[in-house]
């Protein structure tokens, strides 16, 4: 947690910052008081169990065709569209395909994947919190946040219901 005085980094759960000796407790912010809650508002996305399916990626120019059928073959209602330096730059949706797709583009293969993707989605990194993946998907009804590496190439997916999966198992 960041230190609001200093700006000291100090390591999750600690009451006053190690530089500086600042409360970091925030008495207007929920603390969590059971483990389902210390669970969702502190542990890191990186501690829920790993996705069953891989990240599905298309290359950036890949026909709406072929991206609705790799979505179909892979039962996913996504695909994480990517430059050719595997860096992250949209995310084309099952909602997507629905309401700007579905009815209106009779020749799939005459359009491409960006042509109706969401460009440089909101992206976390699997140290955040999940309570901050909570947060995205809550206050812009997303179902899915890419989780990117440092030069913000594709490694998971977290989807809502891998979360809700959670919360389940938990109560």
Known sequence: MICPA?????????DRCASCEVSLMQDDVPQPDTPVRWRVMVDPISSLDPSTIAPQIALSGTSLAAGVRQMQEKKVGYLLVVDRQERLVGILTEHDLLHRVAGQV?????????????????????????SHALHFMASNDFMYIPLVDERGRPEDLLSFRRVARLIELME
């Open 6 to 14: 200093c700006g000291f980094d100090n390591l999750p759960g600690q």
């Open 106 to 130: 009779r020749d799939l293969e005459r359009h491409t994947v960006d042509e109706f993707m969401q460009r440089d989605p909101t992206v976390l990194r699997s140290s955040a919190p999940i």
